[in-house]
């Protein structure tokens, strides 16, 4: 374009003005864009299982009550089953409770029929199946305590009353979640003295269709037993998760949304100043026959370029910073595999352009009708 | 000297620009404080819940009521320990407690959360004075009654007095709504404790809650459960474990801390590009000052308040713009219990305060460069500007 030279040296007419209106875009996009991705991140998480057919059974009393073992064999008894798995949440940390991270007790002869997408290779797996206290743990997880296979770790437990000792056996790899930690439910029950409850089953279904029906059959089943059961897709058990967060997404949303009106705002004072110091300008350049549109057009244009290099910075640098600052060391393994993701990202430089458009219409405008005696008069 | 009226009658004479730049920065006051008002209400409701001088008794290594067993032998030997304040009738004010979450729906979300079910005894309202029948009346001993906090009752649906609800075969009928001023009870719902061990099954408490007489007493009896290899238990000020309960809430104190840091940046960033434009559009102005006689360093300070002076009105706004989230009642996870904790945003003097001072702070190391820049100004060059 014939006048993008023009543009440029607009922009950086006043260089510290640029800049600063270009650090605090970037400096509001970089954190609009961490609060989308965190969003991002969450519903990635819950999306992690789909088109894997699973059921979660869990107590309906609440999440925290348990089931007894002996449903899993009445549940199995329903035709158009994969397989049944049982797990048990169980709540330990490494050494000081800041080392949280998700920790279960699996059945081990089920796991890899029901958790086909945990990947582990089969020697590991073998050697964690024959080791009563072994256990497979998510190679995040392995980075995070500088563990390797073959290391004899004791964790604290909170729930429960003993503290297992467990031997890695094995590395297990998953898309989105690589950083929980397995080990045996027979561990688990002899320790907790064949107590014979369990938090849930997870059921694996031939075909998707018959989700629905078979989650019904295995509430029905118990309804009126003394432990009653709830029955989810995954998606659904894992939204649930994100549901008792409370409103998260409206309050990340809400201020999103406030920070980029603030933008707005000043934004507007930064671009006004701009146009009023160049009014004298524009008015030779209709004079020599730049038209009122082709006026607007060009200051518009330099606005938005203001405001999208801003989003551009802000967007880049967070990327820049999420790869060398782990967040699930700074969030304790709240937040894993973080990164800023396409969508937010998109998002953010959407958004950094219509700040400019919206921030930068008035001033253009004005500046672009103000007749060519007016301005050529006028002393700023 | 110059004059502050020199600052506000310059304020007033860029209208426009000037109220933009206030609601600018009210606007990203008003974000940070509703932040800290949401850990304030988080904070409030930790650190009010415990009474320093009682003792709470978990299972060894429990995290949390929820996961804590406390069995009725233990709960006997501790009873008659000495030194436990007396009532009335000369019993030990001492109070078993079975903790337990149901699953109900909430009016917002018909999936709904869980609910912490307190089964306690009489003694928990004399040891837990904050919590006051507001509604309706108190649940019978060994019954299946429940009675409810508010802010239960307004965020859940079907949990007025009146209203019955099923967990598992079992069916519990609301009697009463109660007020716990602000602490963690305020997301509870309690009943009798013997029905609901018998309901639910369990021959354990949870927790026990003791009143020793005096300071002394409260760690002769410590160190005597300490000392009991039968009992496995551990012993902490009520206050020490509700202020522990706030490392289940970290997502939310997390959020905060990023959310004030960028806003403070944001503010700081904001009142810079404010006075850099302010400066450069009064260059002649300011180099008529300097022409006259006024020091660098009058211009200095005069640009530095001006600057504080419109992130103070910035600050100002952002206080009223964020009162109307004040008393908003919220709830979010316990990680550590899976439970539901309800808050209010609170807007308190304190956070008020703050949120003035981190504006005017912000506005005086926004400003310190343009101010710097407006005493530097050449005379001449300036002078010349048009």
Partial sequence: MKFSKLIVRNLFRNKLRAVLTMLLMAAIFFFVATLLSILENFTMFSEAGAGQNRLAVQSAISLVNMLPLSHEAKIRQIPGLVDVCTLQWFGAYYKEPKNFFANFAVDHKHMRTVFDDYRTSDAEFAAFANDRQGALVGYELMQRFGWKIGDRITLKSTIFPFNPELNIRGVEHHPVDSSSLFFHMDYFEKSMNDFGLVGMFWVKVKDRKDMPAISKQIDDMFRNSEYPTETFTEKEFQLNFLSMMGDVKLLFHAVSLCSIFMLILLAAITMSMSARERITEIAVLKAIGFERGLVLRLMLIEFSLLTLIGGIAGVAGGKLVFRFVNMAQVTQGFLVNFTLYGQSMAICLAASVAVGLLAGGWPAMRAARMSVVDGLRRVV | ?386
């Fill in chain 2, 1 to 386: 000297m110059i004059p502050l009226k020199y600052n506000i009658r310059s304020l007033a004479a860029r209208r426009v620009a000037t109220l933009m730049s206030i609601v600018g920065i009210g606007v990203v006051i008003a974000v940070m404080l509703s932040m800290m008002a949401l850990y304030n209400g988080v904070r409030k409701a930790t650190t009010t819940s415990g009474s320093k001088d009682a003792m709470m008794v978990l299972r060894e290594g429990a995290l949390a009521e929820v996961s804590s067993w406390v069995n009725k032998d233990a709960y006997r030997i501790i009873r008659a320990l000495p030194g436990i304040r007396k009532d009335a009738k000369g019993q030990p004010l001492i109070s078993p407690e079975i903790v337990i979450a149901f699953k109900l729906p909430k009016k917002a979300d018909p999936k709904g959360a869980n609910v912490i079910v307190r089964g306690v005894t009489q003694n928990a309202f004399a040891l837990r004075s904050k919590v006051r029948l507001t509604e309706g009346r108190l649940f019978r001993p060994d019954s299946n009654e429940l009675i409810v906090a508010r802010r239960i009752r307004d965020r859940f649906a079907n949990a007025g007095v009146g209203d019955t609800f099923k967990f598992g075969p079992q069916q519990w009928s609301v009697v009463g709504v109660f007020d716990a001023s602000g602490t963690a009870f305020d997301s509870e719902m309690w009943g009798d404790v013997n029905y609901l061990g018998q309901a639910r099954k369990r021959n354990a408490y949870s927790s026990l809650l003791v009143q020793p007489v005096d300071a002394a007493a409260f760690e002769s009896i410590k160190a005597e459960i300490k000392g009991d290899n039968r009992l496995k238990l551990q012993v902490k000020s009520e206050y020490q474990y509700y202020v522990e309960q706030t490392n289940g809430l970290l997502g939310i104190v997390i959020l905060v801390f990023i959310v004030t840091a960028f806003m403070i940046a944001a503010a700081i960033l904001a009142t810079m590009n404010t006075m850099f434009n302010t400066v450069s559009s009064r260059k002649r102005e300011l180099a008529t000052m300097r022409a006259l006689g006024y020091k660098r360093r009058t211009i200095l300070l005069a640009m530095m308040m001006e600057s504080g002076f419109v992130a103070f009105l910035g600050g100002v706004a952002g206080i009223i713009l964020a009162l109307p989230v004040n008393f908003i009642s919220t709830g979010t996870i316990n990680w550590q219990t899976f439970t539901e904790t309800a808050f209010n945003f609170d807007v308190d003097r304190n956070v008020a305060l703050l949120g003035i001072i981190l504006a005017i702070v912000s506005g005086i190391i926004g400003g310190l460069l343009p101010a710097i820049g407006a005493a530097r100004l050449p005379i001449t060059q300036a002078l010349r500007e048009i």
